[in-house]
């Protein structure tokens, strides 16, 4: 289905379709063709997909159509709002409205209100009102005490990352703001899960809403996972060599640390490759040029934290590189979902060294996964790796650390007093 059929004004489409085009959006994904449709005809809206199936765009590119035929509103009026868990994310939808509103005979005013920042900067731009706030539920309430916005035109409100939302803690924020907003509204809810907290939310903040669920199964992204053993130390040269052998002209790459994202894209600068970091200690203005330059291509190679790097939609990311395996096993499944987006393949590659073995066991534990290890020539590993953990017939488990109870037995054998 192209995106002509979504119920889109002809008036608009054709510059909707060339910024979508330029987005990477080709044709539309399964969550906007169904989503898309329902939002233009003013009704409520639960859609449920995964990762990367384009709910963002699901929900900005009607929003958009809402913006440029409606009416100027008061003064301080917000007539879209927008809320989402993270600033991160904050960003990443303000951008893509931003983006998609590229082409359109006028551009909305998109406001950011997220919290960790100066709150005065914000209220300066809530002056005479926003088409469009993207807001954390915290700030929106901050803004809301100091009179800095009225929601009494509200006539759109998104709920994105729902579940998210929840998970964070912004229940108490969540029931506190639909009590302010008008009860003649529509509401788009987004979401990955659907848990009962976020049935009592559609319950009581929605009119008989279209549901929407994308089978997660069906959209499972194309991505093939490789391992390769390299010593910790030569990992940014086996990096910058995979990027020349490979010609991937685009990589995320993810480290553990804000630290580390300057001392890797330092080093890799030094070998001759385009790259720059992106941590949290970023300002706004840095972080949307850092994104910008990698999304048109002037920056070759990202090196983000998993802070950073959440809400980042690059579409067409050929490869996500863990540098620095994640700390949480759930994390590696985010991590490699920034590629294989909108319908294309994916690659994700994890170096793995002697320390970090046994941590990659627990990842492919924890997600079901059994991943081919491999040895790129030149980079073979010296260090060798601890054996994985075995019942040893005796008690002891092979692979760990020996127990009080081994070192005796093992000194009794032996005929030599235990270690201490």
Partial sequence: MPFSHL????YLLPALQRALQEQGYVQPTPVQQRAVPVIVQGR????MAPTGSGKTAAFVVPLLQQF?????????????????????LALQVAETFTALAAHLPRRPKVVVAVGGVSINPQMMELRGGADVLVATPGRLLDLLSHNALSLKQLATLVLDEADRLLDLGFGEELAQILLKVPAKRQTLLFSATFPPAIARLAAAGLRDPQRIEIDSHAEQPEITQRAIRVDSGRRTQLLAHLLRQQGWPRALVFVGSRHGSEVVADKLAKAGVSAAALHGDLSNGRRLRVLQSFRTGEVQVL???DVAARGIDIVQLPVVVNYDLPRSPADYTHRIGRTGRAGESGLAVSFVSADTEAHLRLIEKRQQLQIEREQVPGFEPQDVAAPAAVADGNGGIKGRRPSKKDRLRAAAAAGTPPAK
């Fill in 68 to 88: 440029i035929t409606r009416e100027s509103g008061a003064a301080r009026a917000v007539p879209q709002l927008v809320l989402v868990p993270t600033r991160e």
């Fill in 303 to 305: 090196v983000a934290t």
């Fill in 44 to 47: 409520d809206v639960i859609a």
């Fill in 7 to 10: 119920g889109l004004s002809p």
